[in-house]
């Protein structure tokens, strides 16, 4: 990863459940500069489903419990297009991973991706995991056993993504 410090963190993080609003400052920050605060409201954190199909975990420190360094959270929602496997599986998409600059590539998001994945797969044993990736983060889910499915695609004002999937 270029221009990211990989030095260790010196503190625990500690990775709980948040809801949506704790995560927007940091969507905002990492993943829609461009956006408004409210424009990264997902249509399914609108959903009236929301409140049972919807997870949101945050990374903080121990130190600054307020201060969100890490979001990430999962919908339970088909996957829109026909995977090796998964027909009979529960599918959950990720939708917005970030680590603050700062503390990237320190293994937060892997810790952050660990424990969604664990958190999904405990409520529903047979689970399908999907997301549209970064192309810049294609490395990041590939390393957690991620595959890629189809071509690169781009998202208006975002960039180019893969459509990534494990099931587990
Ligand atoms: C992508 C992102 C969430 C990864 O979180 P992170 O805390 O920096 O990643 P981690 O330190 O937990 O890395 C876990 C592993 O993935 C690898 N990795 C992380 N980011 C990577 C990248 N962009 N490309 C290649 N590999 C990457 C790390 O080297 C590490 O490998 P290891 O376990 O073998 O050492 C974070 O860098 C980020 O917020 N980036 C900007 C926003 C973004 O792209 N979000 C994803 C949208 S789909």
Request: one cysteine or more.
């Given at each position: 990863m ?21 995560t927007?400052?940091?969507?905002h ?18 959903s ?9 975990w945050?990374?903080v ?9 890490g979001c ?9 297009v ?6 009979t599986?529960t599918?959950?998409?990720l939708?917005g ?9 320190k ?49 208006p004002?975002?960039?180019p ?8």
């Open positions: 270029i221009g990211v410090s990989e030095k260790p963190l010196r503190q625990p993080v500690i990775i709980h459940p948040v809801s949506v609003q704790a927007l400052p940091l969507r920050s990492v993943l829609r500069p461009h956006a408004s605060l409210d424009e990264c409201l997902f249509p399914e954190d609108k009236p489903d929301a409140s049972v199909d919807a997870r949101h945050a990374a420190l121990p130190a600054a419990p307020e201060t969100v360094i990430l959270s999962a919908y339970r929602q088909t996957c829109p026909a995977l090796p496997v998964g027909k599986r599918h959950w998409r939708r991973m970030a680590v603050l600059p700062p503390f990237q590539g293994g937060i998001g892997k810790r952050l991706l660990e424990k969604a994945l664990a958190d999904v797969s405990n409520s529903s044993p047979d689970t399908l995991v999907w997301c549209n990736a970064r192309e810049s983060a294609l490395g990041f889910y590939r390393q957690a056993g991620f595959s890629i499915h189809g071509a690169r695609f781009e998202i004002a975002i960039g993504h893969f459509l990534m999937w494990s099931a587990g």
